[in-house]
């Protein structure tokens, strides 16, 4: 029985000197493991123009533009305190629109504007089909930035709001 | 006392055999049921107003995401009754579980990939959801390869329950990684503070549909423990008549 008690108390032990280390490390990489920054945390640090880095937040509304007839698009990426002008020339993801969430890979120009090399759409935690979200906006329960919050939560560091 | 009693009646092989004889019919039965109701509501279900069909991949990857960290989180709760109190079963049980869980978790990271390549602009990122699950994926293989590593099979799943116990500390970084750190994959829809956060419309047959991968899952970990017992015995049975032929023609 005691040798038993002992197995017990060495894995527990164990257990919990590796939580206590594991925690301590991600703490300690906290930054390098959040897969983009927002744009209040650029405005705040601004990373040297041409490295890569990601940036997270949503589409403003009506920031979405063509530029000159061809396939580039230039648009914001705000966080509801700061925004970012990105350009991008390429493909986009079927969820990429105004108002949702995206996260942009590339590197900052002179300007402060980013140069895109990847776009990749954020989905939001709903899911619902169209006709209630048509139900909802008829009865004026719909709120076009409600979704949108729920994405700016997921942009600011470490997604505190949730 | 008696709940030390009532686990060694449990940890018992014949009494094993005995229980899962009765148990097995009904738990596969109950995985095919639930499986033929839940895939005929998740095809019946709405498209999202977002991603439109494409969430019908979300019935078959939610519940292989969640049957990938339950199956570890069984694996290693049987690898540290095997390590503390050396349960006869306990290790044959941490062992059925390893390639079941392995199986979930390739599922689930196949599907997201399939999912992630149209919805979000590509098939993969190095994101701590993604990466998370994939490291629960090796550690599953570590363990397969480690328990098979050793001549002696003792040794080999003393090593693997002790990886397995390691491992645990990935399960809630898995989890909260949506919410400790800034990811691509959206946050947790289900199990979160304020409830659900999908229309039951969809939420309905992926619950359905979690609990047939919950049933096939038992039902597939019984009839693996049960075949690793059965194999046990014949070897037994074969290193027994091979000696007793031998001390005959000695």
């Known amino acids: 029985m005691t040798r038993k008690r002992r197995r017990l108390y060495m894995v527990v032990v164990g257990m919990v000197c590796l939580a206590v280390a594991t925690g301590l490390v991600l703490n300690a990489f906290n930054q390098d493991l959040v897969f983009f920054y927002s744009p209040s945390e ?48 390429g493909v986009l993801p079927d969820l990429f629109r105004e108002g949702q969430g995206v996260v942009a ?37 719909w709120r076009e930035n409600e979704a949108a919050s729920a994405n700016a939560a997921a942009a600011l560091p470490g997604g505190k709001s949730l | 006392m008696a709940t030390t009693f009532n686990l060694h009646r449990f940890a018992n092989p ?52 969640m049957m990938g960290m ?55 990122v190095w994101d701590a959801r993604l990466t998370s699950v994939l490291i629960l994926f090796f550690l599953y293989l570590g363990y397969i390869a480690l328990a098979n590593a ?48 999908i229309d039951p419309s969809i939420l309905h047959p992926l619950l359905i549909m979690a609990l047939a991968f919950q049933f096939i899952f038992l039902a597939l970990w019984i009839l693996r423990t049960r075949t690793a017992l059965v194999r046990a015995k014949i070897d037994t049975l074969r290193q027994r008549a091979a000696a007793a032929s031998g001390v005959d023609r000695g």
């Not at chain 1, 895109?116 to 899911?127: C, G, V």
């Not at chain 2, 009494?15 to 499986?35: G, K, Q």
């Open chain 2, 14 to 65: 014949a009494r094993f055999m005995r229980l899962t004889d009765v148990v097995l019919p009904w738990l596969s039965a109950a995985a095919v049921a639930s499986l033929a109701i839940g895939l005929v509501m998740a095809f019946r279900a709405p498209p999202d107003y977002q991603q439109g069909e494409t969430v019908r991949i979300m019935f078959i990857h939610v519940p292989a995401a």
């Open chain 2, 150 to 197: 050793f001549d002696d099979p003792e040794r080999g799943a003393r090593a693997a329950a002790i990886l397995s116990l390691v491992g645990v500390i990935n399960l809630p970084i898995i989890h909260f990684s949506v919410n400790w750190w800034n990811t691509l994959h959206q946050p947790a829809s289900i199990v979160r503070m304020g409830g659900p956060t």
């Open chain 1, 42 to 89: 650029v405005a705040k640090k601004p990373p040297v123009a041409g490295r890569m880095i990601r940036i997270g937040g949503l589409v403003e509304m009506g920031s979405v533009k063509r530029v000159g007839g061809g396939p580039g698009i230039v648009f914001k990426v705000t966080d509801g305190k700061f925004d970012l002008n990105v350009a991008y020339t």
């Open chain 2, 70 to 124: 339950m199956c570890y989180a069984c694996m290693a709760v049987a690898s540290a009754a095997a390590l503390i109190w050396r349960h006869p079963l306990a290790d044959v049980a941490a062992q059925a579980a390893a390639p079941l869980g392995a199986g979930f978790t390739l599922l689930c990271l196949v599907t997201g990939s399939l999912w992630g390549a149209p919805m979000w602009g590509t098939w993969w």
């Open chain 1, 105 to 141: 890979e590339g590197a900052l120009d002179q300007s402060g504007a980013l140069v895109a090399s990847q776009i990749l759409a954020k989905h939001d935690e709903k899911y619902m089909p169209p006709e209630v979200v048509a139900a909802l906006k008829k009865s004026g329960q």
